[in-house]
């Protein structure tokens, strides 16, 4: 029991450190939005994270004694995944970006845990419990203090921002899409590094005519926009599009997805923190107290979970 609830300790704190690595893609693009073009945000990143994990999987695979699966009845299950939870993500996401306000943006993004809860009934069959219900709702109420500014300066009516909106929804849905099948890989045994690597691999072919012919790439400007532009990209490289989502794979394992993408209700909190460290931004009472209430409802759904459905389930005492 002791060791089940020291499993359970470590993946609630990796779900809390996947969300912090997650969260820092947003000051991360703001501290260098002004050096490069979105699709060379987008997906440069993505490439080098490619080919620096590409050994890092050669390694495992020697290690295991087993080949690279570059053979169709392999790759097959990868071409999804990649061509939507990957490049049309990253994809829509950037324009989806560019065409609408940040408020709105911020907003719609609450609706990934839902977008997942969908799929994963579908797709996994999952179910969603009274407990899951309430952190549903307790999480929503903490990212609705945590962003109250952001709600007050919404405009979801205006019909300048309406194909942006509609283009970031789609984006949100790529996302619950792509969470929901990584799930499905881990349970066919594929590893964290084969599900990072052979994903963003149909994803960075995909990118390869926008950064020819719709931002065309060049190196040597690419090299000289200045350390903190180069730095941040490689941030993005290896903590956001690599380390984080090795450690999501590695959760996966353990957690149904449902439960472990209610850790993005964090990433608001997250976000605002950040903001102030590296931003100069400030945090309120509300956002500190909106980030307390995400806290609890992940405690709710990784460590307490059975403790609280068995609490529910419990019959009441019959008067005699």
């Not at 300790?9 to 996947?18: K, P, Q």
């Not at 820092?24 to 490069?36: E, F, K, M, N, S």
């Not at 994990?53 to 390694?59: C, G, H, I, N, Q």
Request: contains cysteine.
């Amino acid at each position: 029991m002791s060791f089940f609830r020291s499993q359970k300790i470590v993946d609630w704190s990796l779900v809390i450190l996947i969300n912090f690595m997650w969260a820092t893609q947003v000051p991360v693009i703001r501290l260098i939005g002004d050096a490069y073009g979105p699709i060379t945000i987008a997906f440069i990143p993505m490439i080098v994270s490619t080919l620096i994990f590409l050994p890092v999987l050669w390694v495992e695979n020697k290690k295991r004694g087993v080949k690279m699966k570059w053979r169709w009845r392999d790759l097959k299950y990868f071409m999804l995944p990649g061509l939507v939870g990957v490049f049309l993500m990253q994809y829509l996401y950037t324009i989806g970006s560019q065409r609408t306000l940040a408020a709105n943006a911020g907003i719609i993004t609450l609706t990934i845990p839902v977008i997942v809860a969908i799929f994963a009934s579908v797709l996994l069959k999952e179910k969603l419990n009274i407990v899951r219900i309430l952190s549903f709702i307790l999480a929503l109420g903490g990212v609705v203090m945590t962003s109250f500014s952001d709600f007050a300066s919404a405009n979801f009516k205006q019909g300048n921002f309406l194909a942006g909106n509609l283009i970031f929804l789609l984006a949100c849905c790529c996302c619950g899409f792509y969470n929901t099948y990584c799930k499905l890989l881990v349970d066919k045994k594929f590893t964290e590094v084969e599900i990072l690597v052979y994903g963003s691999i149909i994803g960075s072919i995909a990118s390869i005519p926008l950064l020819i012919w719709v931002e065309p790439f060049h190196l040597t400007s690419f090299l000289h926009s200045g350390k903190v532009a180069l730095a941040g990209m490689l941030e993005l490289s290896l903590i956001v599009y690599g380390i984080s989502m090795l450690l999501f794979f590695y959760v996966l394992k353990r957690m149904d997805v449902t439960q472990a993408i209610l850790g993005t209700y964090l990433l608001p909190f997250f976000i605002a923190l950040l903001g102030i460290l590296l931003l100069n931004e400030k945090i309120t009472y509300l956002m500190f107290f909106g980030g307390m209430l995400i806290l609890i409802s992940t405690l709710m759904v990784t460590i307490y979970e059975n403790a609280l459905l068995a609490f529910f389930k419990k019959e009441k005492p019959v008067a005699n």
